[in-house]
């Protein structure tokens, strides 16, 4: 098994630029899988964990309703933001500026061939990045995604999850608000769920945050939680 994690951090990214990019980690993953199992060859699968922002821009995954972006395109204009109907899981979620899009495009032959378990392992590091800022986050029963006061009617998400994962090999990710501007959540119905709330990093703790820092703390949990060497 190969648990060396290639990092790279694309910045801020056009959206379909990102998904193309992240389309052709994934084929090439798949290709040296497919030409193991053909050739007999034992040849090590590569794995990637991307990092990035986007420009505003409302994503809906295959099991999506449509009717979720509350938006028509003279509106989308207005808000200088665009829209992709994409291959992942999940419902309808918006990402922009301030907002950590991770991509991990792993061989969980390498880790472990459980999807549920990797969704929990995604969703426990950035748990434990919000606990480093003194932020108390979890789980909401029967959802994806990383929740605050999932136990009670103040319930707000602030990461949410959508993947895509073939042949072991995934795709797509997570989208973990910490500058964002909350009011593009206000255009869609997030996730499918309309009535809870979204929150940030900034909202929940009152000053912006370094992108930096936090993006630092997150692959360190990433990696330990893993068990990945990241280079």
Not at 64 to 75: A, K, S, T, V
């Given at each position: 098994m190969n648990k060396n994690v290639e990092f790279i951090d694309w910045g801020l990214t056009d959206y379909q630029k990102a998904w193309t990019q992240q389309e052709h980690l994934?084929?090439?993953?798949?290709?040296?899988?497919?030409?193991?199992?053909?050739?007999?060859?034992?040849?090590?699968?590569?794995?990637?964990?991307?990092?990035?922002?986007?420009?505003?821009?409302?994503?809906?995954?295959?099991?999506?309703?449509?009717?979720?972006?509350?938006?028509?395109?003279?509106?989308l204009k207005d808000k200088q933001a665009t829209y992709y109907k994409i291959n992942r899981g999940g419902d309808i979620t918006y990402h922009g500026p301030g907002q950590i899009v991770g991509y991990p495009i792993l061989d969980l032959d390498n880790f472990f061939t459980d999807i549920h378990l990797y969704l929990r392992t995604l969703e426990e590091a950035i748990i434990l990045t919000l606990d480093e800022y003194g932020i108390r986050a979890g789980r909401y029963p029967g959802y994806?995604?990383?929740?605050?006061?999932?136990?009670?009617?103040?319930?707000?998400?602030?990461?949410?999850?959508?993947?895509?994962c073939s042949r072991w090999v995934t795709m797509h990710g997570f989208a973990f608000n910490v500058?964002?501007?909350?009011?593009?959540?206000?255009?869609?119905?997030?996730?499918?769920?309309?009535?809870?709330?979204?929150?940030?990093?900034?909202?929940?703790?009152?000053?912006?945050?370094?992108?930096?820092?936090?993006k630092g703390r997150l692959k360190v949990h990433i990696a330990s939680l893993f068990k990945m060497e990241l280079f």
């Open positions: 994934f084929d090439q993953t798949v290709a040296v899988k497919t030409e193991n199992r053909t050739n007999g060859t034992s040849k090590q699968t590569p794995n990637y964990l991307v990092f990035c922002e986007h420009p505003h821009v409302y994503t809906l995954g295959k099991s999506g309703r449509p009717e979720n972006l509350l938006l028509d395109e003279e509106g994806t995604g990383v929740w605050l006061d999932a136990d009670n009617e103040k319930a707000r998400k602030i990461s949410a999850m959508g993947v895509r500058n964002a501007d909350l009011d593009y959540f206000k255009n869609i119905v997030p996730c499918g769920i309309d009535d809870k709330d979204v929150t940030s990093m900034k909202r929940e703790l009152g000053y912006a945050l370094d992108m930096e820092e936090v």
